[in-house]
C-alpha cells in the first residue's frame, strides 16, 4: 500500500518523538532501530522508508529536539515584556517539573555529556541547535537593554543548563530542588527581576 506525503511526515514525526524521548532517557548510543520504532507503534522495517541508518536517525532527532526547545522558548516568551520574559523562561527551565520530564526536557542538557561519543553531523546539529537557543535568548536580553547580552546569554545558558543537569543527578530530589531554586533565585538577582521565591 502506498502512503501519501501527509502521512508519511505523520509517521516521521511519531519516529522523531520516539527516539526523542529515547535519547533523554538512555543516550543516543545506547538506542536500537528497533526499540524506537516499537516505542513509535511502528515495525522495524518501516523503518528505512525515513532514515538510511541509525546516524541519520540521531542526527535528525536532535534537529527535532531543538526545534521543540526553540518553540517552547518562543511560546513562553511571546508577548511579554523582555524582564517578564527572562522571569518566566526562568522560572520554567528551573521547574521542579522540567527536571522531572527527562523524556520532554531540554536537548542539551540531555545531551551535552554525550557530544564526546557523537558522530560529526550528530555534533554539528547540536552545535546549530544551540546556537539556535542562544541567538533567542540573546535577542531577549538585548529588548532588557542589558550590557554584553551575547556574553551574558552563554553565562544564563551555562547556569541553568548545568543546574537542571546537577539537579537531575541528585539522589534526594529535595537536593535537586534546592539545586534548581537557589540557580534560579541568583540568576533573577544578577538580572535585577526580583527574587519572590
Known amino acids: 500500500m502506498r502512503y501519501d506525503n501527509q502521512h508519511k511526515q505523520q509517521t516521521r514525526l511519531r519516529v522523531l518523538e520516539a527516539a526523542a524521548e529515547a535519547i533523554r532517557a538512555e543516550g543516543p548510543e545506547r538506542i536500537s532501530v528497533a526499540a524506537v520504532m516499537a516505542r513509535a507503534g511502528l515495525t522495524h522495517g518501516g523503518f528505512y522508508a525515513h532514515f538510511d541508518s541509525k546516524e541519520m536517525?540521531?542526527?535528525?532527532?536532535?534537529?527535532?529536539?531543538?526545534?521543540?526547545?526553540?518553540?517552547?522558548?518562543?511560546e513562553t516568551t511571546k508577548d511579554r515584556s523582555a524582564p517578564e520574559a527572562l522571569a518566566v523562561y526562568i522560572d520554567f527551565y528551573l521547574s521542579i517539573g522540567h527536571c522531572g520530564s527527562r523524556g520532554r526536557g531540554c536537548a542539551?542538557?540531555?545531551?551535552?555529556?554525550?557530544?564526546?561519543?557523537?558522530?560529526?553531523?550528530?555534533?554539528e546539529r547540536f552545535t546549530q541547535g544551540s546556537q539556535r537557543?542562544?541567538?533567542?535568548?540573546?535577542?531577549?536580553?538585548?529588548?532588557?537593554?542589558?550590557?554584553?547580552?551575547?556574553?551574558?546569554?552563554?553565562?544564563?545558558?551555562?547556569?541553568?543548563?548545568?543546574?537542571?543537569?546537577?539537579?537531575?543527578?541528585?539522589?534526594?530530589?529535595?537536593?535537586?530542588?534546592?539545586?534548581?531554586?537557589?540557580?534560579?533565585?541568583?540568576?533573577?538577582?544578577?538580572?535585577?527581576i526580583g527574587t519572590d521565591a
Do not use: C, W, Y
Not at 536517525?57 to 518562543?74: G, S
Not at 542539551?108 to 555534533?123: I, K, Y
Open 57 to 74: 536517525l540521531v542526527a535528525a532527532t536532535i534537529d527535532f529536539m531543538f526545534d521543540r526547545d526553540e518553540a517552547k522558548f518562543i
Open 133 to 192: 537557543l542562544h541567538e533567542r535568548l540573546m535577542e531577549v536580553l538585548e529588548r532588557a537593554d542589558v550590557d554584553d547580552a551575547r556574553s551574558l546569554a552563554l553565562t544564563l545558558r551555562s547556569a541553568m543548563v548545568g543546574a537542571l543537569a546537577m539537579a537531575r543527578a541528585q539522589s534526594d530530589p529535595a537536593d535537586g530542588d534546592t539545586i534548581l531554586q537557589a540557580t534560579r533565585v541568583d540568576l533573577l538577582r544578577r538580572l535585577g
Open 108 to 123: 542539551m542538557a540531555s545531551l551535552v555529556s554525550e557530544l564526546p561519543h557523537l558522530n560529526a553531523s550528530a555534533r
